[in-house]
């Protein structure tokens, strides 16, 4: 089955404490992405990478790294989380950067920092 | 810059009622126009698509028309089901300076009673 994963589903942790939000795509696609969801705003773009090692800043890319050493994951890294960190992340890919693609997206991952 | 703009929520109806879910985006050029639905729980789903205008995108019963000359996309259905509660997001993407992402709405919170 085709499909994103995303691990952990839920992790609460505390201020200053790295974590690591793992990706993966089974879809052998070169796009992948991660997004946060606040109320109110929608879904903004932290980072993507458009292939193996080829990573680049979203919109929202503060506080976050990213890595891309294989192209079926996308780990997202934060390396001292704040409360201001706390959201719903999701990571999406799809076949290469084309605007009409569709973007397949992981279940989500709920972080709250404390 | 890019932008969308869809109408606030919750909208709630009941079962079998007409649904419209109204969307304008601000962009240069033709963008390609999203509707993405998010069940409970679960990460986004594309719903349908548009890439040129006067294009519509149907699915599920769901259709939006891309309408460059007043800068919309709404998303229709004429018979709900208490299974379309959902979260709406409408979203563009542009090929020239988007890199692959997905500009998205503030979402569209839909409850369907029976």
């Known amino acids: 089955e085709a499909q994103v994963t995303q691990n952990p589903r839920y992790l609460i942790t505390v201020t200053g404490k790295k974590l690591t939000v793992t990706c993966s795509q089974n879809?052998?696609?070169?796009?992948m992405s991660w997004y946060r969801q606040d109320p109110g705003l929608g879904l903004r773009q932290i980072y993507y990478s458009m292939n193996v090692e080829v990573t680049d800043k979203g919109d929202v890319p503060e506080g976050y790294k990213v890595s891309r050493k294989e192209k079926r994951n996308f780990p997202l890294i934060l390396e001292s989380p704040s409360p201001n960190q706390t959201s719903l992340y999701f990571c999406a890919s799809s076949m290469n950067r084309d605007a009409y693609n569709e973007q397949f997206f992981g279940p989500g991952t709920r972080l709250t920092v404390l | 810059g890019n932008s969308v703009t869809q109408m606030e929520g919750p909208v709630t109806l009941s079962e079998e009622a007409f649904l419209t879910i109204n969307c304008t985006y601000t962009a240069t050029g033709y963008p390609s126009l999203f509707w993405y639905v998010q069940y409970p729980g679960e990460g986004l789903q594309l719903l349908l698509k548009a890439t040129k205008a006067d294009d519509k995108g149907s699915n599920k019963g769901f259709e939006a028309t891309y309408r460059k000359e007043t800068t919309s996309f709404h998303l229709e259905k004429g018979s709900v089901q208490v299974s379309d509660s959902a979260v709406y997001f409408c979203?563009?993407?542009?090929?020239?300076?988007?890199?692959?992402?997905?500009?998205f709405g503030a979402g569209t919170q839909v409850v369907v009673t029976p």
């Open positions: 879809m052998n696609h070169e796009y």
């Open positions: 979203a563009l993407s542009r090929a020239t300076d988007s890199w692959g992402k997905l500009q």
